[in-house]
Structure formats: C-alpha cells, structure tokens
C-alpha cells in the first residue's frame, strides 16, 4: 500500500499497513506521520514545518517556504505581508505589515484597503482617479467620462461629471455652448424673453 498526501495530511489508501509514504512522512499504523515519526513530535517547544521539527520563528519574520529558516520579514516582504501568501496589489509595499504605497498605472486603492485593485480606467466611481464619479448615464472609458447625462444635464467644462443644467443654465441653453441673447433666460433649454 502507498500513502498519499492529501489536503487534511497524509493517509494509508488501503486496509493493509502502509510500507511506504510520501517523502518526508513515516508510516503509522496504517497513517503517515511527520516531525519524528510514529508517536513522536517536536521537543523542546519545536514546531513541525515541511517534515522537520524547528524552533518557532521569531517576530515579524516567518518560514514561508518550509526550509527551516525564518528568512521571510513579513513586515516588509510585499508576496508575505504580514502573513505568509499575503500578497500587496501591483504598486503597493508592505509597510508594518500592511500593504501600502502608490498603485500601478491605471489602478487605484480606492478603498483604501492597502490591495490596488480598481480599475481607474473603466470604473465609473473611480474614473481616472479615485473618487471620480461619472455622471448619470456615462461610463468611464480609458479614464475618461463618456456618454449621456441625464435629461437636462450635460458635460459642459469637459470634466467627466453632468453639472450642468441645460433646462435653465443662459450660458447652455438646450446644449453646451449656447448663449441666451441680453435679457432673456433659459427656460426648458430654450431663449425666452422675460414678460
């Protein structure tokens, strides 16, 4: 029979007592155990890594790739970030074991949550930048709010929001660009001479 190993651990596939084990394990009993062998475990306030028995690793460094040394900072190291597979977004750090810093391009950490992973170039609330929002009815397309505002609404001054009210505003009246004549007003996005 053949041990394998298996998500909860290494285990005997059939009645008979195992004669062999994954690399690293012993048989048992029909089980395979690691760190000692059959009954034994760490001593000495060891604990059991890969198939060794080691000393726990001092703060703020981890054994992240079971070889027995504690060479992982995990207050620095972006891929283990304050844990061992913690992984920081693209463009951000591990500061104090918490991932910070300056997203990637086209990226933002708009929530704020140390993981850069919105998409400013597409995402309507975070439209090139983080808080950013698109007027209603726009989209955000390469950073840029496109589309159409609401009725009554437009994008005059190019800045990806629909500010202004067309229905009312002299200065766009029905459409951006268009001026109300001297003493008249804008009502319902046409030029009116007051009665």
């Known amino acids: 029979a053949e041990c394998f190993t298996s998500s909860t651990g290494a285990f005997c596939n059939s009645q008979n007592a195992c004669d ?12 395979c155990a690691q760190c000692g062998g059959c009954g034994l475990s760490c001593t000495g306030g060891q604990e059991c890594r890969g198939t060794s028995c080691f000393a726990p690793c001092p703060i703020n460094s981890a054994d992240c790739d079971a070889n ?102 002299e200065a766009n009246c029905g459409t951006c660009g268009r001026v109300c004549p001297a003493n008249q007003n804008c009502l319902l996005g046409n030029c009116f001479s007051p009665c």
């Open 68 to 169: 027995g040394s504690c060479e992982t900072d995990t207050q620095t190291d972006r891929d283990n970030c304050n844990t061992c597979g913690n992984q920081c977004g693209p463009g951000a750090n591990c500061n104090a074991g918490v991932c910070t810093g300056t997203c990637g391009l086209n990226l933002g950490d708009c929530d704020n949550d140390g993981v850069c992973e919105t998409a400013t170039l597409t995402d309507r609330n975070n439209c090139n930048t983080c808080g950013n929002q698109c007027g209603p009815g726009a989209n955000c397309v390469a950073g840029v709010c496109v589309g159409t505002c609401g009725i009554g609404l437009a994008d005059c001054n190019n800045d990806g929001t629909c500010e202004t009210a067309t229905l009312t505003d």
């Open 20 to 31: 062999r084990c994954s690399v690293g394990f012993t048989p048992c009993n029909k089980q």
